[in-house]
């Protein structure tokens, strides 16, 4: 399935979405899906770090997806968008992520999560290993994080009260996590965020 500006290709452990610039890919490791974010050929600007079976309960290091469906009735040609949903503990995750291209060509994948859970949650995250150092950081903020290399800007924006934090891994490797503003009030936390990719000469247009 496909538009002028995104293909989607989908098999039983393999979910790819193509557009000019980007490649978003979900793999199915084990009992969930992984994923990555990518150029269209060459190797992965970061990657997922998944929750471990023996992990605290009440801390998330990220959801848990091991569904994933195509929302194609709301695709347009700018837009794609799947659903995921996944068990861990007592926590229900589900998520809506929309891979978008502007009018410039720069692709946005985002990410709107809700967590249900009766038991007490103390910290809801999305955690990433980004292939790109703290030396590659154009700006970084608790709501925005930049890193440019001659190719392009590759960036990590949070919505709705959640938070950034950054940790430095090493000269090409940092760890990236968004962490959620909890409800205070019910049992369904929200965690917003979206990773974008603007090429050089998109960004020069």
Do not use: N
Not at 96 to 117: K, L, Y
Not at 145 to 165: K, M, N, Q
Not at 167 to 185: F, H, Y
Request: with cysteine; net charge negative; charged share 25%.
């Amino acid at each position: 399935m496909s538009s002028p500006a995104w293909d989607l290709q989908q098999s039983d452990d393999l979910v790819t979405i193509r557009t000019l610039a980007v490649r978003f890919v979900l793999r199915l490791v084990g009992d969930r899906w992984v994923h990555e974010i990518a150029p269209t050929d060459g190797t992965a600007w970061l990657a997922s770090i998944e929750s471990g079976t023996e992990d605290d309960p009440e801390r998330v290091v990220s959801p848990v997806y091991q569904e994933i469906h195509h929302h194609d009735f709301d695709d347009d040609e700018s837009r794609v968008r799947l659903l995921l949903t996944g068990l861990h503990h007592r926590h229900h995750f589900s998520a809506v992520v929309t891979v978008s291209v502007e009018a410039q060509g720069a692709t946005t994948i985002e990410f709107d999560v809700a967590d249900r859970c009766r038991d007490t949650v103390s910290s809801l995250a999305a955690t990433y290993e980004v292939s790109l150092g703290v030396g590659d950081l154009d700006g970084a903020s608790d709501q925005q994080a930049r890193w440019t290399s001659p190719s392009g800007e590759l960036a990590l924006s949070v919505l709705d009260g959640s938070r950034l934090l950054l940790a430095d891994k090493g000269p090409r490797a940092t760890q990236a996590q968004v962490l959620a503003a909890l409800s205070a009030e019910g049992f369904t936390h929200r965690l917003r965020y979206g990773w974008t990719w603007a090429s050089a000469s998109g960004r020069t247009r």
